[in-house]
């Protein structure tokens, strides 16, 4: 099993960045898919969450109206469009999915995201 994000890096403030996570070696259609993130000296927080079939996200509110979260099953990959990013945004930001029914869930290894002027 692997989730790989990608996608991270250094931007201006009032930026954008697109992160990917690629999924193998699980039935992808079948998880639910989060984005979390982890600033320093932080707890990790739900950021972002998608459904199995995409009909349905979630979102926290500080990121609500600025961040998208979208899936494409046929890529077996999740996606978090991050727009007008701001420093506090700054973070290590991971891909997480989850199969309710089966109590399972896998972790990506994690992409920083650094908004920096």
């Known amino acids: 099993v692997q989730l790989v994000e990608s996608g991270g890096g250094l931007v201006q403030p009032g930026g954008s960045l697109r992160l990917s996570c690629a999924a193998s070696g699980f039935t992808f259609s079948s998880y639910t898919m989060r984005w979390y993130r982890q600033a320093p000296g932080k707890e990790r927080e739900m950021v972002a969450a998608i459904s199995r079939t995409g009909g349905s996200t979630e979102y926290a509110d500080s990121v609500k109206g600025r961040f998208t979260i979208s899936r494409d099953s046929a890529k077996n990959s999740v996606y978090l469009q991050m727009n007008s990013l701001k420093p506090e945004d700054t973070a290590v930001y991971y891909c997480?999915?989850?199969?309710?029914?089966?109590?399972?869930?896998?972790w990506g290894q994690g992409t920083q995201v650094t908004v920096s002027s």
């Open positions: 997480y999915a989850r199969q309710v029914i089966l109590g399972r869930d896998y």
